[in-house]
């Protein structure tokens, strides 16, 4: 494996758990004592998973210069995954 791949799983992974992460803590923190604030909780999720689909999305694009199959099925996979965890979350919040 070279350098880019290993960067790019690691990459990948990173972006994976820490939002998770965070998205966790601002729910048991904010959302279950305060129903009244969740909709603002969910606009701040939506701009934030933006962002980081946007992040992904610029690190796909610059560090890979050759797009194989392996590497569209990963995309796409990190962005169905996240999506549907994205509406999870707004399903929790609502």
Same mark, same amino acid.
């Given at each position: 494996?070279?350098?880019?791949?290993?960067?790019?799983?690691?990459?990948? $992974? %990173?972006?994976?758990? #820490?939002?998770?992460?965070?998205?966790?803590?601002? +729910?048991? &923190?904010? $959302? &279950?004592?305060?129903?009244?604030?969740?909709? =603002?909780?969910?606009?701040?999720? +939506?701009?934030?998973? %933006?962002? =980081?689909?946007?992040?992904? $999305?610029?690190?796909? #694009?610059?560090?890979?210069?050759? $797009?194989? !199959?392996? =590497?569209?099925? +990963?995309? #796409?996979?990190? *962005?169905?995954?996240?999506?549907?965890?994205?509406? +999870? #979350?707004?399903? =929790? *919040? !609502?």
């Amino acid at each position: 494996m070279s350098f880019i791949h290993l960067l790019s799983i690691f990459l990948g $992974v %990173l972006s994976g758990i #820490i939002p998770n992460w965070f998205y966790m803590l601002l +729910y048991n &923190k904010y $959302v &279950k004592s305060y129903k009244h604030s969740a909709k =603002k909780i969910l606009l701040f999720l +939506y701009f934030f998973e %933006l962002l =980081k689909i946007a992040i992904f $999305v610029t690190l796909f #694009i610059f560090i890979f210069k050759y $797009v194989t !199959i392996i =590497k569209l099925l +990963y995309f #796409i996979s990190f *962005c169905f995954i996240q999506i549907i965890y994205f509406f +999870y #979350i707004g399903k =929790k *919040c !609502i």
